[in-house]
């Protein structure tokens, strides 16, 4: 691994971003093979400043035009954010926790020299992860990108939603509750499960619809194949609903809006280290008993 560019991103607004930044700058100062860039989203705070002389600061297009790799730091909301701002550019990203370790980040401030180490050795996997393209089908071209789920619920109406979903024109059911979560298997174990979703293994190349507080118990979270084109349509009932992208970009929508959601043709690059084990995390994340044997 020679020569390689790595774009340094995440919540400068944690108060362990810069010493975790300043940790990275001091393990690769003496390294010729990688240059370290660091996007200047922190620079309409005055009071920050970055001293490290090995470290670039550009505007976060510029940096990722330039790069091999993006390190996110700061927690998985973070990543997730990360992933949607690289706006199709499949650079693998390394994700670095600030606090307790997240189902995406492969390393906390305690065992960042243990994953660095790895990624300077080549010790490591770069797996393609779902991304769901949302779109209204009025405005094809206007596209969204999600990592974990796209929500579709009453916004600020507080009524019930009734939405009309159907995979491929071939209609699916009639949801009648607070609303649905689409969501690829890395999501699975976020809102979707905390609505009753299975927890669907991340490697797996499938799309899972949930329903929110559903009005019918026979309501049930479907798992659909990788090339499902699902269709979101509202009830003549209809008094307000929004739509909202990995818990951080919140669209309001009318009656007439069609939401068309599918798997992505560009995918996010995760780079895992070889100690990572999905199992083990969701074990520790969710508080299962037992020990792995």
């Not at 906390?108 to 050795?121: G, Q, S, W």
């Not at 269709?231 to 951080?248: M, P």
Request: glycine share 6%; net charge positive.
């Amino acid at each position: 691994m020679k020569n390689k560019t790595i774009t340094l991103t995440g919540n400068f607004r944690k108060n362990k971003f810069f010493p975790i930044i300043s940790k990275i700058s001091d393990y690769f100062s003496k390294n010729e093979n990688f240059k370290l860039l660091l996007s200047d989203d922190f620079l309409n705070d005055k009071s920050l400043k970055v001293s490290d002389s090995n470290i670039e600061i550009d505007s976060f297009e510029n940096c990722i035009s330039q790069s091999d790799y993006v390190f996110s730091i700061g927690g998985d909301g973070t990543i997730l954010s990360t992933i949607r701002k690289l706006e199709g550019k499949q650079i693998p990203v390394l994700g670095i926790h600030i606090g307790n370790l997240g189902f995406l980040a492969m390393s906390t401030e305690e065992t960042l020299k243990k994953a660095l180490n790895h990624f300077v050795a080549n010790e490591f996997e770069i797996k393609n992860k779902i991304l769901l393209k949302i779109h209204k089908e009025s405005q094809p071209n206007k596209v969204f990108y999600s990592f974990n789920d796209v929500v579709i619920d009453h916004g600020n109406s507080g009524r019930v939603l009734k939405t009309i979903v159907s995979n491929k024109n071939e209609h699916i059911n009639d949801y009648e509750g607070d609303g649905i979560i689409i969501c690829t298997p890395t999501g699975s174990t976020a809102y979707s499960l905390s609505s009753g979703g299975p927890i669907v293994h991340s490697d797996l190349d499938v799309l899972t619809i949930t329903p929110i507080s559903s009005h019918s118990l026979s309501a049930r979270p479907i798992v659909l194949p990788k090339d499902s084109l699902i269709k979101i349509e509202f009830s003549k009932s209809f008094v307000g609903a929004s739509l909202t992208i990995d818990g951080q970009i919140r669209k309001d929508l009318n009656i007439n809006d069609k939401i068309i959601v599918s798997k992505a043709s560009i995918c996010a690059k995760i780079i895992f280290m070889p100690y990572y084990s999905y199992i083990k995390t969701l074990k520790e994340k969710l508080h299962w008993s037992g020990n792995s044997r």
